[in-house]
């Protein structure tokens, strides 16, 4: 009868062998990298009309914690995101405090051109979704976004609902 002995070296390798294997032959690591995302969307303002989109946003992705934005429009858009997933590949994007800020002004801003109003005011986001999925190796990203806002146009309470789907290469760092 033969007795198996485990080597320090045999461990090593099988507990490698199970650490790959759970994670997939990579380890989970925090995203980072960047990417020009372009594709279509649409602004609606119940009682005022429509407009289709054609975004092109570049957006970036650090390990720290943080992403940025650069809209067409101008500004910056930044804040936290937080892994919906154990791989880091499906990340929820939120505004920091001056970034929600200027959303709100880009949403007033639609909302008073498709009104036809002179200004806008006491605008409020309701509902708001920011997902950017990043694919399995790392070489495309797909970035939805879902926004429902209220606000007052010429004294009547309007709702604009906003949709935009963007994709593009991504480039991990």
């Known amino acids: 009868m033969m007795r ?3 080597t320090p070296a045999a461990l090593v390798a099988a507990l ?11 380890a989970a690591a925090q995203p980072a990298g960047s990417g020009l995302l372009t594709g279509k969307g649409l602004v609606a303002v119940r009682g005022c ?16 914690g943080t992403w940025s ?15 919906l997933d154990p ?6 994007l939120d505004f920091d405090a001056p970034s929600f800020d200027a959303f709100r002004q880009m949403q007033a801003r639609d909302m008073a051109e498709l009104c036809g109003a002179m200004a806008v005011l006491n605008v409020t986001t309701a509902k708001r979704q920011a997902l950017l999925v990043i694919t399995r190796r790392d070489t495309r990203a797909t970035l939805r976004l879902r926004f429902v806002t209220t606000g007052t146009v010429n004294g009547r309470r309007r709702t604009a609902r906003l949709k935009i789907r963007l994709a593009g290469r991504w480039v991990a760092d």
């Open 69 to 83: 934005a650069l809209p067409d429009v101008g500004g910056e858009l930044s804040g936290p995101w937080t892994p």
């Open 4 to 6: 198996k002995t485990s």
């Open 49 to 64: 009309g429509r407009d289709q989109l054609s975004p092109s946003l570049p957006v970036r992705v650090r390990s720290d």
């Open 87 to 92: 791989r880091k590949r499906r990340l929820e």
């Open 16 to 26: 490698f062998f199970v650490a790959c294997s759970l994670s997939g032959g990579r």
